[in-house]
């Protein structure tokens, strides 16, 4: 297995040399690069009980990227990723990512990005239990195709405007399956299909919009098991997208999201009316300090299970652009999976502070120091197994030629 993934990770790198290669010969706008990371995980496994309980390793990483601009608006990039864990060498993986985009400011965007993982077929085997974040973290980094596609086309009548969209998310998981093997994760392929149309107006500030989504969110086998949360959901919702004021940018839609379930028999009511929001401000304090934050809430079907769940994020990020070329920032979030038919509720609060230099204008560096507190937040007393404290120290040099 290490080897194949050695294999994996050598093929990034020729990936990356002729995908740099090919574009001069075809003419257009060519940059890559490549980064070297190093650091430490206290944590790889984001448990505290049990046999993977508080297992660390030193790490190594491997960025190489190329981006391709044949003419104006389109881009085909690729970003790759090997990473290393010196203690832990089982959970070493390849992540190649693939980017077409293609955009005409005010009209027309399109955007696919695809990532291919490289690493083991088999999931980790949590016997004493686990939390759902840490069946997201191994998840990310075992053998699957994953897909992120989104498009939309902006129709304008002086003030007034039609924007038509779609997009997609789309997992395809290739770890094996193995059932009858207590605390293993049988993953499962999924996607979220949505597609709709907004009907808003331009303002001296931004634009003023409602939105209608329908969409689609399915959850495939699993090992044989005879339930699913797939659904199909109505959104509706009102959004805003621009300066409210000169130091303030701002996009937020907020609205009800109605889904209905496809198996009366799956765990979790039939039908569920839920917010979905999605909020970003970014708010310019002076000419050298940013601050951000973000706020979402969205209905998903689960990785693992047959559960569906709520994802509720809210990050917060001040940031100071030094005079030398630096910046410093500091950053912190909580993040919850909230189950149905479950008493799971699933908490995760990361905070830490990063440095970035700018050496040259071809040479950059980034460092990065991020503490993760997980909690079990249901009704009752919390279960040992789900709650969890990892550190994560990162070092990362970066070269654009």
């Not at 955007?111 to 239990?129: H, I, K, L, N, Y």
């Amino acid at each position: 297995m290490k080897k194949r993934r050695f294999k994996s990770c050598v093929g990034a790198a020729c990936l990356w040399v002729l995908a740099s290669a090919a574009p001069s010969a075809a003419g257009g706008a060519v940059t890559a690069g490549v980064g070297v990371a190093a650091g430490y995980d206290s944590n790889v496994y984001r448990m505290d009980a049990g046999d993977l309980a508080k297992r660390g390793s030193w790490t190594l990483g491997l960025h190489p990227s190329v981006d391709w601009r044949p003419f104006e608006g389109l881009s085909l990039a690729y970003a790759g990723e090997a990473s290393f864990f010196l203690d832990e060498s089982g959970e070493d993986h390849a992540r190649h990512t693939v980017t077409l985009r293609y955009a005409e400011p005010g009209r027309f965007f399109f955007q696919s990005a695809t990532t291919r993982v490289q690493g083991p077929r088999d999931a980790v085997e949590f016997v004493d239990g686990r939390n759902a974040w840490a069946t997201t973290l191994v998840r990310e980094r075992r053998d699957q195709w994953q897909n992120r596609t989104s498009a939309h086309a902006t129709l304008r009548q002086g003030e007034w405007f039609a924007r038509p969209s779609a997009s997609l998310v789309y997992f395809d998981l290739d770890s094996r399956v193995r059932l009858g093997v207590p605390g293993y994760d049988n993953w499962i392929n999924r996607y979220d299909l949505q597609g709709g149309v907004d009907l808003g107006r331009e303002l001296e500030t931004g634009e003023v919009y409602i939105g209608w989504r329908r969409g689609r969110q399915h959850q495939g086998d699993q090992g044989a098991r005879p339930t699913t949360r797939s659904n199909k959901y109505h959104r509706v919702f009102l959004g805003f997208s621009g300066n409210p004021v000169e130091a303030l940018s701002l996009d937020v839609e907020a609205g009800p999201s109605f889904h209905r379930y496809d198996d009366p028999a799956s765990a979790g009511p039939s039908s569920i009316d839920a917010w979905y929001v999605n909020a970003r401000a970014r708010l310019r304090i002076g000419e050298q300090d940013t601050l951000s934050a973000t706020a979402s809430m969205n209905k998903a079907v689960a990785s693992t299970g047959v559960l569906s769940s709520e994802m509720r994020a809210f990050t917060v990020e001040y940031s100071r652009t030094l005079i030398d070329g630096g910046r410093l920032r500091m950053h912190a979030a909580a993040r919850g999976l909230i189950y149905d038919g479950s008493l799971v509720k699933d908490w995760m609060y990361p905070f830490g502070a990063g440095w970035t230099q700018e050496w040259t204008e071809n040479l950059h560096t980034e460092i990065d120091l991020t503490r993760e507190e997980g909690r079990d937040r249901r009704d009752g007393p919390a279960v040992a197994s789900r709650e969890f404290s990892r550190t994560v120290l990162s070092a990362r040099l970066n070269y654009r030629f």
